[in-house]
């Protein structure tokens, strides 16, 4: 499996990845495009490049990566003026979780698995931020200006919640809702296959208004 995604600055981008330890494996440029293939252990990253750019939302979460040292990363990232943010210890991150911004502000996550023997023990966790993809989501349309949209969930006797809209759910099928966070939980955990949308306007129906008489 390569991943893949867009980013605004080739080169900057290749710095930033280079940080995480990844090489460069290929790499190609054009007039109006570049690409370049990068690995670490195994794992591929491909970014991609356009001229002009691609108008492409921030994203709450673009890649997790695991490390066998956080603390080593961390310090690496840091010696570059990379700001990075400690989230704790989830529990998929006995050894702890960061968060960093790649150069087109999309979230990074790093996470070492098992804490180390030569790690002192987690003094946290009742009061250090966890990560959550909800929130992430949730300040990203607030910072686009937010939303006036009102929670169009109800309980369980159709009662609307009424609290505000902080994210915009869809699915497969083409269903959207605006939910408040605890309601966009609920969907999430209970329908499979369900995400949280971007809020831009251009959708589908733009495209196809294109193509139509
Ligand atoms: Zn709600």
Not at 18 to 27: A, D, P
Not at 150 to 163: E, F, I, L, T, Y
Not at 179 to 192: F, G, K, N, R, S
Request: charged share 25%.
């Amino acid at each position: 499996m390569v991943a893949v995604t867009y980013v605004r600055d080739i080169d900057a981008s290749r710095a930033f990845y280079e940080l995480l330890g990844f090489h460069e494996h290929s790499s190609g440029r054009a007039d109006t495009s570049a690409w370049l293939a990068l690995h670490r252990d195994g794992h591929h990253v491909l970014l991609a490049s356009t001229r002009p750019p691609l108008e492409i939302p921030r994203l709450p979460l673009l890649f997790y990566f695991f490390f066998d040292d956080l603390d080593a990363v961390a310090g690496v990232l840091g010696a570059a003026r990379v700001e990075v943010t400690r989230m704790g210890h989830p529990p998929h991150a006995l050894g702890g979780e960061a968060k960093v911004l790649d150069p087109d502000g999309n979230t990074v996550l790093l996470g070492q698995r098992e804490r180390s023997p030569a790690q002192p023990p987690a003094a946290d966790d009742e009061t250090s931020p966890r990560f959550s993809l909800l929130k992430e989501a949730a300040a990203l349309v607030e910072a686009r200006g937010g939303t006036t949209a009102v929670c169009q969930v109800g309980d369980a006797r159709a009662a609307p919640c009424g609290k505000r809209a902080e994210v915009k759910l869809a699915d497969a099928a083409g269903d959207t809702v605006w939910a408040c966070l605890a309601h966009a939980d609920e969907i999430l955990v209970t329908v499979p296959g369900s995400f949280i949308a971007s809020q831009d306007e251009q959708g589908i129906a733009w495209f196809l208004s294109g193509r139509r008489g």
